[in-house]
């Protein structure tokens, strides 16, 4: 049977709190829509570890640039709709954007320092927009646990540092990146790429792969780190860096050395299409 889709926020209201009054453990997964196999997973955990599992499908135009591609952003309601009754979802919260921010809204939530760096450094606003949906989503939906992927990890950072600086009574789950048999991380863009580009956007994992297998044979230096990855992707062909960086894990700071928990992160354009990816290095 098909989720329910609730497209107001007096409606998801309503019905989540039916599920608490059943004393029902709350499980959120935002998500922008286009879903694949890497959303199928957070869903997964939700309706594992939770009770009620909902499910937000909102392109969210405040975290896209005026160059960005948010008009041509794949929405495939029905065939998310489908996804998400495969999985398990109590419910879809699928609103418009002016239920999300009406012609009168004024207030953003900025995360400053770790909105600014990697993605936020070439996407001005961005995060700035992710942390402003991201707050009105958990304010609306109330989930005890929401749930995000590995493959954005910055922002997993932002959001858990709005959660903790703001009080938001949620935890945050974050789950390890789904891959493509050939180790592409899942992306719901990876379906703008043609196929040579698809052939060619694995550098992104061989990059990473790359700096792991320095890291565990003891090299820490992180000028060296970046320099190999830059290696692999500024030779790809059709490709452009955005960034190859290994900073610290939690505050995306700069470091000489990994001495911490440190995140190599990458970002690679091909064409209009932007790709990222990560991989944790911990001593």
């Given at each position: 049977?098909?989720?329910?889709?609730?497209?107001?926020?007096?409606?998801?209201?309503?019905?989540?709190?039916?599920?608490?009054?059943?004393?029902?453990?709350?499980?959120?997964?935002?998500?922008?829509?286009?879903?694949?196999?890497?959303?199928?997973?957070?869903?997964?955990?939700?309706?594992?570890?939770?009770?009620?599992?909902?499910?937000?499908?909102?392109?969210?135009?405040?975290?896209?640039?005026?160059?960005?591609?948010?008009?041509?952003y794949p929405r495939t309601?029905?065939?998310?709709?489908?996804?998400?009754?495969?999985?398990?979802?109590?419910l879809i919260f699928a609103?418009?954007?002016?239920?999300?921010?009406?012609?009168?809204?004024?207030?953003?939530?900025?995360?400053?320092?770790?909105?600014?760096?990697?993605?936020?450094?070439?996407?001005?606003?961005?995060?700035?927009?992710?942390?402003?949906?991201?707050?009105?989503?958990?304010?609306?939906?109330?989930?005890?646990?929401?749930?995000?992927?590995?493959?954005?990890?910055?922002?997993?950072?932002?959001?858990?540092?709005?959660?903790?600086?703001?009080?938001?009574?949620?935890?945050?789950?974050?789950?390890?990146?789904?891959?493509?048999?050939?180790?592409?991380?899942?992306?719901?863009?990876?379906?703008?790429?043609?196929?040579?580009?698809?052939?060619?956007?694995?550098?992104?994992?061989?990059?990473?792969?790359?700096?792991?297998?320095?890291?565990?044979?003891?090299?820490?230096?992180?000028?060296?780190?970046?320099?190999?990855?830059?290696?692999?992707?500024?030779?790809?062909?059709?490709?452009?860096?955005?960034?190859?960086?290994?900073?610290?894990?939690?505050?995306?700071?700069?470091?000489?050395?990994?001495?911490?928990?440190?995140?190599?992160?990458?970002?690679?354009?091909?064409?209009?299409t932007r790709l990222i990816?990560?991989?944790?290095?911990?001593?």
């Open positions: 049977m098909l989720p329910p889709v609730a497209t107001t926020i007096a409606e998801t209201r309503a019905r989540v709190a039916v599920a608490r009054k059943a004393g029902r453990r709350i499980g959120f997964v935002p998500t922008m829509g286009a879903l694949h196999a890497g959303h199928s997973a957070l869903i997964r955990a939700a309706r594992t570890e939770c009770d009620y599992t909902v499910v937000s499908i909102f392109v969210n135009p405040t975290q896209f640039g005026p160059n960005e591609d948010y008009t041509r309601l029905d065939a998310d709709r489908e996804l998400c009754a495969a999985v398990g979802t109590d609103p418009a954007s002016e239920e999300i921010y009406p012609s009168d809204s004024r207030t953003f939530v900025e995360v400053t320092g770790v909105q600014d760096v990697l993605c936020g450094a070439s996407r001005a606003g961005h995060f700035r927009g992710v942390a402003t949906v991201v707050l009105k989503l958990l304010n609306i939906v109330q989930p005890d646990v929401a749930y995000f992927g590995q493959k954005d990890a910055q922002q997993t950072v932002v959001i858990r540092r709005m959660v903790k600086d703001l009080d938001v009574p949620v935890t945050i789950h974050v789950h390890p990146t789904v891959r493509e048999p050939d180790g592409l991380a899942m992306s719901s863009r990876n379906r703008y790429l043609d196929p040579t580009q698809r052939m060619h956007a694995t550098a992104l994992h061989r990059a990473l792969k790359k700096v792991e297998e320095s890291f565990a044979r003891g090299e820490r230096r992180v000028s060296v780190l970046e320099r190999e990855m830059s290696a692999i992707l500024t030779a790809t062909p059709g490709a452009r860096l955005d960034y190859a960086r290994v900073v610290d894990a939690e505050t995306l700071e700069s470091i000489p050395s990994i001495e911490r928990p440190a995140l190599a992160a990458v970002a690679l354009f091909f064409g209009g990816d990560n991989t944790l290095l911990a001593p």
